[in-house]
């Protein structure tokens, strides 16, 4: 996985809150960092959440979390959340996560999604119109099926 493959990156500094007495981020953090990048991702393809979505009676709902520890990082550095979508199928997203300290990978990750119906819960498709903007948005586009 390298930098290059992601065209959507966003920095956030490691707090004090977030490291252990060694000053290593605690590992739980990470999937925050993740959150992060994935809500960043969003806003910058003009896919921001709001009210909308609710009203709509559908939402996108993690389902699948993955974290590959490399290296540690700690207090006060600036880290870099790169995130793209790897793959879209009809009702699911698969997020890719690089977690880099300057040029040093330090964390990969996956986040799945689902499309689905608020009330039931039930996979529903990702609207056509939300695929239009992954694919103008990636210069990588994404595999979808």
């Not at 960092?33 to 559908?58: C, H």
């Not at 996560?97 to 964390?107: C, F, H, K, S």
């Not at 990750?109 to 689902?114: A, D, L, T």
């Given at each position: 996985?390298?930098?290059?493959?992601?065209?959507?990156?966003?920095?956030?500094?490691?707090?004090?809150?977030?490291?252990?007495p060694q000053s290593i981020v605690f590992?739980?953090?990470y999937l925050n960092y993740a959150d992060v990048g994935i809500t960043e991702y969003f806003r910058a393809m003009g896919q921001a959440y709001d009210a909308e979505t609710g009203v709509k009676g559908a939402d996108f709902f993690a389902v699948r979390t993955l974290l590959e520890y490399k290296s540690p990082a700690r207090f006060d550095e600036i880290l870099d959340v790169h995130v793209r979508i790897a793959r879209?199928?009809?009702?699911?997203?698969?997020?890719?996560?690089?977690?880099?300290?300057?040029?040093?990978?330090l964390v990969t990750g996956e986040v799945v999604y689902v499309h689905a119906d608020q009330q039931s819960r039930q996979p529903t498709p990702v609207p056509d119109s939300f695929r239009a903007a992954v694919r103008q948005f990636e210069t990588s586009p994404p595999q979808e099926g």
């Amino acid at each position: 996985m390298q930098q290059s493959d992601f065209r959507f990156s966003t920095p956030l500094r490691v707090r004090w809150a977030e490291v252990d007495p060694q000053s290593i981020v605690f590992n739980g953090h990470y999937l925050n960092y993740a959150d992060v990048g994935i809500t960043e991702y969003f806003r910058a393809m003009g896919q921001a959440y709001d009210a909308e979505t609710g009203v709509k009676g559908a939402d996108f709902f993690a389902v699948r979390t993955l974290l590959e520890y490399k290296s540690p990082a700690r207090f006060d550095e600036i880290l870099d959340v790169h995130v793209r979508i790897a793959r879209l199928g009809n009702s699911s997203m698969q997020f890719e996560i690089g977690i880099y300290r300057e040029d040093e990978l330090l964390v990969t990750g996956e986040v799945v999604y689902v499309h689905a119906d608020q009330q039931s819960r039930q996979p529903t498709p990702v609207p056509d119109s939300f695929r239009a903007a992954v694919r103008q948005f990636e210069t990588s586009p994404p595999q979808e099926g």
